[in-house]
């Protein structure tokens, strides 16, 4: 199924903006409602509500950093890469609609990040999820879209790599 260009842009421009807004009222709401380091326990065993900041990367990479350049290549690089994301929609080379929807999702999640690091220099993070003892990274709304975006387009690349290697004249790789 393919949404004629004007409809699928407002689809993307609205998902992204979902995400970006979505992510922003969840933090804002664990902000407000809970104390920095409080946890709570929403579901025994698998789930905590946990109010944490974290003022590096991914899994907490570069948090203990007290460089003030850490911030700022962070900026960088996550304005560079949500650059790179418009021009592959804007140029439709993001793909069929599950790359489309997952690069979205990607720019919203990235938005919604830098924009708590423009505001706090660091990231709000609060779901915290878990087997037993075996705990995940914290995360929040944004790092979800960004997670659920790259599965989207890993997903459509693996459907486009398993129907090529089907058309007649290519080699199986």
């Given at each position: 199924m393919s949404l004629p260009r004007n409809s699928?842009?407002?689809?993307?421009?609205?998902?992204?903006?979902?995400?970006?807004?979505?992510?922003?009222?969840?933090k804002y709401t664990v902000e407000m409602l809970t104390a920095q380091n409080s946890?709570?326990?929403?579901?025994?065993?698998v789930l905590n509500l946990v109010h944490t900041r974290n003022p590096g990367v991914a899994f907490?990479?570069?948090?203990d950093s007290e460089s003030p350049l850490v911030?700022?290549?962070?900026?960088?690089f996550s304005l560079g890469v949500m650059a790179f994301l418009i021009w592959l929609l804007a140029?439709?080379?993001?793909?069929?609609?599950?790359?489309?929807t997952g690069m979205a999702l990607i720019l919203g999640g990235a938005a919604g990040n830098m924009l708590d690091r423009l505001l706090h220099r660091s990231v709000t993070d609060f779901?915290?999820?878990?087997?037993?003892?075996?705990?995940?990274y914290t995360f929040n709304?944004?790092?979800?879209?960004?997670?659920?975006?790259?599965?989207?387009v890993l997903l459509e690349l693996l459907r486009d790599w398993k129907q090529a290697?089907?058309?007649?004249?290519?080699?199986?790789?």
């Open positions: 699928r842009w407002i689809w993307l421009v609205f998902a992204a903006l979902a995400v970006l807004a979505t992510d922003q009222a969840s946890i709570r326990v929403l579901l025994p065993g907490g990479f570069l948090a911030t700022s290549l962070v900026l960088f140029t439709d080379r993001a793909g069929g609609v599950f790359g489309q779901i915290d999820f878990h087997l037993g003892d075996h705990h995940w709304v944004a790092d979800s879209a960004i997670v659920i975006g790259a599965g989207l290697s089907r058309e007649p004249g290519r080699e199986k790789v």
